[in-house]
């Protein structure tokens, strides 16, 4: 996957992409990531990139030509074609659509992403009506720049590429994970199709459960004991059923608790609807 980031601030990029897994897949040659500096396509003595808006109003307005001059640069396939060659040009904006796993899973599919962000009051709207063939938001705020957006966005993506994460089934066990929906997920699947026919057994020995697009399950690791705080026995016992069962409930409770609007695309199973039940009931007491 080939990756560019068109920005003001290309120094921005030293450290978010220089660790861990997004370092990994850079070196491995899974993801190459280009740094391109919107000021080396402008052609004033100034490096001008930005001007007045039209019309008044606050603050200053990124200038259409050198980001339309930069992506030209790139060769990018014409908006028009960019699907069927798997390539997008994104736009970075408080106003786009909101980012969550699902677009995530769809980007990690492209062969070339293109991020631009934006700085100041925002860029001309010709960028994202003429060029840019959509607008992501990375959250209902408002950012200084689309820098951090274009970071969170890579970091997100680039553990999805198969051979980015050591064990992959980690991340198709993890938050938000719909299963199918999410673009194939073998063991949940199975766990997921099961469970809806109201069998809560594995199709497989595995103490994890599908997330199913709710939140995770608690982790725990040594010790057993810190400072007197236990780690729940049941996940000492051995039992993966009792395992399953319990990471199953919480996930369920935490959800409830903490994101409520999940549960409305989850896939839930005849169990997990009575847990839910037998959850509120509780919290209800
Ligand atoms: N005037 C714009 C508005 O009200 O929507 C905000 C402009 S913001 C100060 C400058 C740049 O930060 C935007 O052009 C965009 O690239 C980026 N940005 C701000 N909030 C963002 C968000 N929630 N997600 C992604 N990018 C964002």
């Given at each position: 996957?080939?990756i560019?980031?068109?920005?003001?601030f290309?120094?921005?990029?030293?450290?978010?992409?220089?660790?861990?897994?997004?370092?990994?897949?850079?070196?491995?040659?899974?993801?190459?990531?280009?740094?391109?500096d919107?000021?080396?396509?402008?052609?004033?003595?100034?490096?001008?990139?930005?001007?007045?808006?039209?019309g008044?109003g606050?603050?200053m307005?990124?200038?259409?030509?050198?980001?339309?001059e930069?992506?030209?640069?790139?060769?990018v396939?014409?908006?028009?074609?960019?699907?069927?060659?798997?390539?997008?040009?994104?736009?970075?904006?408080?106003?786009?659509?909101?980012?969550?796993?699902?677009?995530a899973?769809?980007?990690?599919?492209?062969?070339?992403?293109?991020?631009?962000?934006?700085?100041?009051?925002?860029?001309?709207?010709?960028?994202?009506?003429?060029?840019?063939?959509?607008e992501?938001?990375?959250?209902?705020?408002?950012?200084?720049?689309?820098?951090?957006?274009?970071?969170?966005?890579i970091?997100?993506?680039?553990?999805?590429?198969?051979?980015?994460?050591?064990?992959?089934?980690?991340?198709?066990?993890?938050?938000?994970?719909a299963?199918?929906?999410?673009?194939?997920?073998?063991?949940?699947?199975?766990?997921?199709?099961?469970?809806?026919?109201?069998?809560?057994r594995?199709?497989r020995?595995?103490?994890?459960?599908?997330?199913?697009?709710l939140?995770?399950?608690?982790?725990?690791?040594?010790?057993?004991?810190f400072h007197?705080?236990k780690?729940?026995?049941?996940?000492?016992?051995?039992?993966?059923d009792?395992?399953?069962?319990?990471?199953?409930?919480?996930?369920?409770?935490?959800?409830?608790h903490?994101?409520?609007?999940?549960?409305?695309?989850?896939?839930?199973s005849?169990?997990?609807?009575?847990?839910l039940?037998?959850?509120?009931?509780?919290?209800?007491?």
């Open positions: 996957m080939q560019d980031i068109i920005t003001i290309p120094e921005f990029f030293r450290g978010p992409l220089d660790f861990g897994i997004v370092r990994r897949v850079r070196e491995a040659g899974l993801v190459k990531i280009d740094i391109h919107l000021r080396a396509f402008t052609r004033d003595r100034h490096r001008t990139v930005d001007d007045r808006p039209f008044g606050e603050g307005v990124l200038k259409p030509e050198p980001i339309f930069c992506v030209e640069s790139m060769k396939a014409p908006r028009e074609e960019r699907a069927a060659a798997r390539q997008s040009v994104v736009l970075l904006s408080a106003q786009g659509r909101r980012f969550d796993q699902k677009l899973s769809e980007l990690a599919e492209l062969e070339r992403l293109v991020l631009i962000c934006g700085r100041y009051e925002g860029v001309d709207e010709r960028v994202g009506t003429h060029l840019a063939d959509r992501i938001s990375i959250g209902d705020y408002v950012l200084s720049g689309g820098e951090l957006g274009a970071a969170v966005i970091d997100t993506v680039t553990r999805l590429i198969p051979g980015a994460v050591g064990n992959e089934a980690s991340t198709r066990q993890e938050s938000f994970v299963g199918t929906e999410s673009g194939g997920d073998g063991l949940s699947d199975k766990l997921a199709l099961s469970e809806v026919e109201g069998n809560v594995p199709t020995a595995d103490s994890t459960c599908g997330s199913g697009g939140l995770d399950y608690p982790h725990y690791t040594r010790p057993a004991d007197g705080m780690v729940p026995e049941v996940l000492l016992n051995g039992n993966h009792d395992i399953r069962r319990w990471r199953r409930r919480s996930a369920l409770e935490k959800t409830l903490n994101r409520p609007d999940l549960l409305d695309e989850a896939r839930l005849r169990d997990d609807r009575e847990l039940a037998d959850i509120a009931g509780e919290v209800g007491k």
